[in-house]
């Protein structure tokens, strides 16, 4: 009964004032140590899913695949266990971590992840958490995580080992078939080496599609990728956003647009592509124009218009590590055409009701096509953009929002909303660059050079 004499010492020795910082020292720490745990079992406050949980604990091996087993949640003492439910639950579900904990050192509560379904198991005061801290030390222990961590990944890796052959011999066309075995979808595009075609795609308007796609190309771009971007929005404001004026360099140069490559059949991507530079982003840029808003008509009339798109893009091989393609905020046929264009969907929302209720349209959408079409269409995330740090309470509530309307949907279980550290934070810098005609990061170069009288800046070629 040594456990339980330790346990009872430790809890003694926890003021009812300690801070969560001083909870997960003299509690937390203490606890995994006597459940068998050592330091390197553990990560604290890594970034996972959408947030930071403070305990990761996974005592696999160095020669085996990483499985998540336990998260630990702390909160102060003075803080309600109910409030931080959904928390848990919600890294429980994107960490695939099968238990939980979260205890503010007065109370325990102990939840089961029964596949994205999140059980909980017990509610317990110190007196009952001492009571049943044997049985606790059995299933939440370093032996058992060893043990049930180690069957799963035996049993993931003769599943797998049998099914991947099998769905070889009857999809030997596909290039996609080998990332079956890659979970993380940014991390197989990275990967692959062909050409990566992602729509940039929400069919609510102002949610940040357009300031993704040029930003997102833009660091792409600077990492040394070969990025292209097709506005096919008739607003056009991809095009005026990076500085393409649509009479000086449209009108009166080539004259042809992302329209004459849609609409008329010998029109090629090189004939329409722009090359832009700012320091070390370089962009090729298909522009849009508003003439594209009178050829709803005339794209529904044509023959196999939904496919215009994707023979042009088979044409130009490899030429491009990624394209991106900058959609209208509607439904309408030019959405559908770059969808099936595309390899991977990225839905770009803000943290409130109406973009959040409209993801279920968009996940309707994307199901749509993925079932029109022949390779599958998979979604790479739900990236948040105009971020408010100070609505704390509100982005909790619509993350729970956006969890919901996911888990709902029969695509949305396996998407992710990309991490926390990676949210577009609402800022003037960025409402500011697509007037100034040039990406964030050559903003930024700017005022790192000049300072913020950005009037000294040389023209960008
Ligand atoms: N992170 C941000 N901070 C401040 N303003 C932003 C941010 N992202 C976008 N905006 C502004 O919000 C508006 C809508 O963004 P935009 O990217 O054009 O959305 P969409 O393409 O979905 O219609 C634009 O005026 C843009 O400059
Ligand atoms: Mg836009």
Redesign the pocket.
């Given at each position: 009964m040594k456990a339980d004499i330790s346990i009872t010492q430790i809890l003694q020795s926890v003021s009812v004032h300690i801070s969560e910082e001083g909870l997960e020292k003299e509690l937390i720490i203490p606890l995994l140590e006597l459940w068998g745990y050592q330091p390197g079992d553990w990560r604290r406050q890594i970034a996972a899913g959408s947030g930071r949980p403070d305990f990761i604990i996974c005592a696999n091996g160095m020669d085996e695949p990483h499985m998540n087993y336990l998260i630990i949640e702390v909160k102060a003492p003075k803080k309600k266990l109910k409030n931080h439910t959904w928390q848990l639950g919600t890294y429980l579900r994107q960490t695939h971590s099968i238990f939980g904990l979260l205890t503010n050192g007065l109370e325990f509560e102990i939840y089961y992840n029964n596949n994205l379904e999140i059980i909980c198991l017990a509610h317990l005061d110190k007196k009952a958490f001492v009571d049943k801290f044997n049985i606790l030390s059995k299933i939440l222990g370093r032996q058992t995580c060893l043990l049930i961590t180690r069957q799963l990944q035996s049993l993931h890796r003769s599943f797998h080992a049998k099914l991947y052959p099998r769905l070889r011999q009857i999809f030997p066309e596909s290039r996609q078939i080998g990332s079956l075995l890659l979970p993380d979808p940014l991390q197989t595009s990275l990967k692959e080496t062909k050409t990566v075609i992602i729509t940039v795609f929400n069919n609510k308007g102002g949610v940040g599609?357009?300031t993704t796609t040029i930003n997102v190309a833009a660091a792409l771009s600077k990492l040394g990728k070969r990025v292209l971007l097709i506005d096919i929005?008739p607003?056009a404001?991809?095009t005026t956003g990076l500085g393409i004026n649509p009479l000086e360099d449209i009108e009166l140069k080539s004259g042809k647009d992302v329209t004459h490559l849609l609409t008329e059949p010998k029109v090629k991507i090189e004939e329409v592509a722009i090359s832009k530079r700012w320091q070390d982003v370089k962009l090729d840029i298909i522009p849009s124009h508003i003439r594209l808003s009178d050829m709803e008509a005339t794209l529904i009339q044509m023959i196999n218009s939904d496919q215009v798109l994707v023979r042009k893009l088979s044409k130009i091989g490899s030429a491009y590590d990624y394209i991106f393609i900058?959609t209208p905020p509607s439904f309408g046929k030019v959405n559908t055409i770059s969808l099936m264009a595309s390899d991977r969907v990225l839905i770009p929302t803000q943290l409130a009701p109406y973009p959040i209720r409209a993801l279920e349209y968009v996940m309707n959408r994307i199901m749509a096509v993925h079932d029109a079409r022949e390779r599958p269409l998979s979604i790479l995330g739900v990236v948040i953009s105009m971020y408010s740090r100070l609505a704390v309470r509100q982005t909790r509530e619509m993350l729970d929002e956006v969890d919901k309307v996911l888990q709902k949907h029969p695509m949305g279980r396996e998407v992710r909303v990309f991490p926390e550290d990676t949210w577009i934070p609402q800022r003037n810098i960025v409402a500011n660059s697509p007037a100034k005609g040039y990406p964030l990061s050559y903003a930024e170069w700017l005022s790192w050079t000049y300072g913020d009288q950005g009037l000294l800046r040389p023209e960008s070629c």
């Open positions: 599609k357009t929005d607003q404001n991809l900058d």
